[in-house]
Each structure stands twice: as C-alpha cells, then as structure tokens.
Nanobody, 123 residues
Framework: QVQPVESGGGSVQAGGSLRLSCTAS????????MSWLRQAPGKEREGVASIFVNGNTNFTDSVKGRFTISQDNDKRTLYLQMNSLAPEDSAMYYCAAGVRNPFTTLGCLTFIWGQGTQVTVSS
C-alpha cells in the first residue's frame, strides 16, 4: 500500500484560501475512499472531508460551504480547496486512504495516512 503524500500547507490570514494536494495511487476499488483529516495541538484528530469512488462527498459541519474535496480523473491526486479560512482551521492536515464504512463520521474508515502538512491561519 502506498502512503499518501501531502503538500500545499502554509500560513495565511483569516479569510484567505489554500489548496492542499495529496498524491496517493492504488485506491480505486469500489469500496475505497479518500479523506482529509486534521489535528490541532491538544485536540483529537478529526475528519474534515471524504470522497468516494462514485464522486460523492461528505464534510464535517464546520467546513461545509467553505471547503471542497476533489480528485483528478485518474484518482491519483486528491485536493482540498479551503476558502474563508479562520484561525480555528489551523492544524496539521492529513490525507488518508480508507474503505467505505457508514458507521464512521464521514463514511470513510481510514487505514493509511500521510505525514501531514501544516496549515496556520492568523487573525
């Protein structure tokens, strides 16, 4: 299994935008899914968004309407477009591959994660 590799993090002022990218090949089976998760200091890792092979997506409530998750047609690159960023979005963001599981928050039970990319939003 190929470990995902994230890129695109950085520092931005509140209200700004960032696009995260993740390269991860080999997760194209019908039950596969890809997710973005984040973890802020002192907090548990939380799911941000998931995308499924059929193109369906799920988002955690705090990012709905601001973040978009997408994949290239060959499903080798995953993106997270983040708009209207707020300081509370500051965290280490992880890309992860998983399998569809309706009992998880975003429907994707992840089993392999990247090393993460830092996003810092200043007020």
């Amino acid at each position: 299994q190929v470990q995902p590799v994230e890129s695109g993090g950085g520092s931005v002022q509140a209200g700004g935008s960032l696009r995260l990218s993740c390269t991860a090949s080999g997760y194209t089976e019908r039950n596969h899914c890809m997710s973005w998760l984040r973890q802020a200091p002192g907090k548990e890792r939380e799911g941000v968004a998931s995308i499924f092979v059929n193109g369906n997506t799920n988002f955690t409530d705090s990012v709905k309407g601001r973040f978009t998750i997408s994949q290239d047609n060959d499903k080798r690159t995953l993106y997270l477009q983040m708009n209207s960023l707020a300081p509370e979005d500051s965290a280490m963001y992880y890309c992860a591959a998983g399998v569809r599981n309706p009992f998880t928050t975003l429907g994707c039970l992840t089993f392999i994660w990247g090393q993460g990319t830092q996003v810092t939003v200043s007020s």
